[in-house]
Nanobody, 122 residues
Framework: EVQLVESGGGLVQAGGSLRLSCAAS????????IGWFRQAPGKEREGVSC????????YYADSVKGRFTISSDNAKNTVYLQMNSLKPEDTAVYYC???????????????WGQGTQVTVSS
């Protein structure tokens, strides 16, 4: 059974940092792509970042470029999202998603975690 478990969310002041983790199990980590989405109250789910296991390429939404960094620890089957210089508008539930290795291009999001809340106070 495929499982994605997010952790690391919380409450932080504007300008602060958080590191989210997505621990994956039930599939061969190296054969998949992993992405992060977020959903703020009353808004649609928004793609934040994506990591391709095939060539370690990374993708970011314009709103987080230069502030967020996605990385992978294959030994731990875990993908991280380092979030720096956080803004109140980053407040949302953050979800981890996984799919085929070309996920970042095909957007074939097959599996989702339960989400972790990030709240940035002004």
């Amino acid at each position: 059974e495929v499982q994605l478990v997010e952790s690391g969310g919380g409450l932080v002041q504007a300008g602060g940092s958080l590191r989210l983790s997505c621990a994956a199990s039930g599939f061969t980590f190296d054969d998949y792509g992993i992405g992060w989405f977020r959903q703020a109250p009353g808004k649609e789910r928004e793609g934040v970042s994506c990591f391709s296991m095939s060539d370690s390429s990374t993708y970011y939404a314009d709103s987080v470029k230069g502030r967020f960094t996605i990385s992978s620890d294959n030994a731990k089957n875990t993908v991280y999202l380092q979030m720096n210089s956080l803004k109140p508008e980053d407040t949302a539930v953050y979800y981890c998603t996984a799919g085929p290795i070309d996920l970042c291009v095909t957007h074939d999001y097959r599996y989702w975690g339960q989400g972790t809340q990030v709240t940035v106070s002004s």
